[in-house]
């Protein structure tokens, strides 16, 4: 699916929008409802040239967060969110991650603000797995499903 200069966006469940074909580019983080414009789901610009649908999930949250890459230095567990990783974490950056429950947002800025890079379960052992170019995480959160 291509949304090219989208304007409006009504939408049904949860998915993730891409800047650029075959998810690639900025991430974009849909949840059902309605988006006036590409500002509301914090775009920075008004296309959308792939997609996916997320399932729901229900069950219970944990990510393991390190400081260097291959899971290595010191590590830190989660399992609620963090408007700002550096207050919690005191370090700036995520080298790698291991996400072992849930669907976990990390956003470049704290409080939740800037490049959204999705997350499923799995081991990402450097930061450019999961689309990102610099290690600098402000915040992160955990993607729930809303009834």
Not at 17 to 24: A, D, H, I, V
Not at 64 to 91: A, L, S, W
């Amino acid at each position: 699916m291509t949304l090219s200069l989208c304007l409006s966006l009504p939408l049904g469940g949860h998915w993730v929008g891409y800047e650029k074909p075959n998810f690639m580019g900025y991430q974009y983080i849909l949840n059902q409802g309605e988006y006036a414009d590409y500002h509301s789901w914090m775009g920075y610009n008004n296309c959308i040239r792939s997609c996916q649908m997320y399932p729901p999930y229900r069950g219970s949250y944990r990510m393991r967060v390190y400081n260097r890459p291959e899971m290595m230095g010191p590590m830190m567990e989660f399992m609620e969110d963090c408007p700002n990783v550096y207050d919690r974490y005191h370090h700036h950056d995520i080298f790698s991650c291991h996400i072992m429950e849930g669907y976990w947002i990390f956003y470049e800025h704290p409080n939740y603000r800037g490049r959204q890079y999705f997350m499923r379960p799995g081991e990402y052992r450097a930061c450019s797995d999961w689309g990102c170019h610099n290690p600098m995480i402000g915040s992160f959160r955990r993607m729930r499903s809303s009834v």
